[in-house]
């Protein structure tokens, strides 16, 4: 059986190879790490966020007379609420972690000597590894929006609730 495994890169020395092979595999441990992380990130932003909002509600009503909830700056402040868990829930749902195949393993590298093997293994944790690492970026950078957004919106709240005080 024929392998496309490698073609056109450069085969490297065996002792190399055997070197590398480590790297690459806790490559993918790696990435899958780093994915958790920033997907634990996510939500643990998002449940501050909604705690937040939820509470500030709660404590205007509880502290002030008559807090003025159809004002503009509690909506603005709910809008982006409402775009915080939008941003939230895009960037958890889409994209995944690359891993091999073990039913790719089996159909297409079973025959191939060691160093063959382990050469594929690099060239696919080299590919796997740089496409996790964009895509880790960009929830890193939807967490980072998310965070942004938030301290406008907890910057809202605190402006209602000094402008509901002040009209009481």
């Not at 609420?81 to 889409?94: C, E, N, T, W």
């Not at 929006?145 to 009209?167: P, R």
């Amino acid at each position: 059986m024929a392998s496309n495994v490698g073609e056109g890169i450069p085969q490297p020395n065996s002792a190399a190879v055997d070197l590398a092979y480590g790297i690459a595999l806790s490559a993918y441990s790696s990435s899958l790490q780093q994915w958790e992380s920033v997907h634990r990130r996510l939500d643990a932003l998002l449940s501050f966020v909604t705690t937040v909002t939820i509470a500030a509600p709660v404590a205007a009503q509880a502290v002030l007379e008559d807090p003025d909830f159809t004002s503009p700056l509690i909506i603005l402040a709910g809008a982006l609420y409402v775009v915080i868990v939008f941003i939230a829930l895009v960037a958890r749902s889409f994209g995944a972690i690359l891993q091999l195949s073990p039913q790719e393993l089996h159909e297409s590298w079973l025959d191939l000597d060691e160093d063959e093997f382990k050469a594929g293994v690099l060239d696919w944790s080299a590919t796997h590894n740089s496409r996790s690492r964009v895509l880790v970026t960009r929830k890193n950078f939807a967490a980072h929006v998310m965070a942004a957004l938030f301290v406008c919106e907890a910057l809202l709240l605190v402006a209602w609730m000094v402008a509901a005080g002040d009209s009481a």
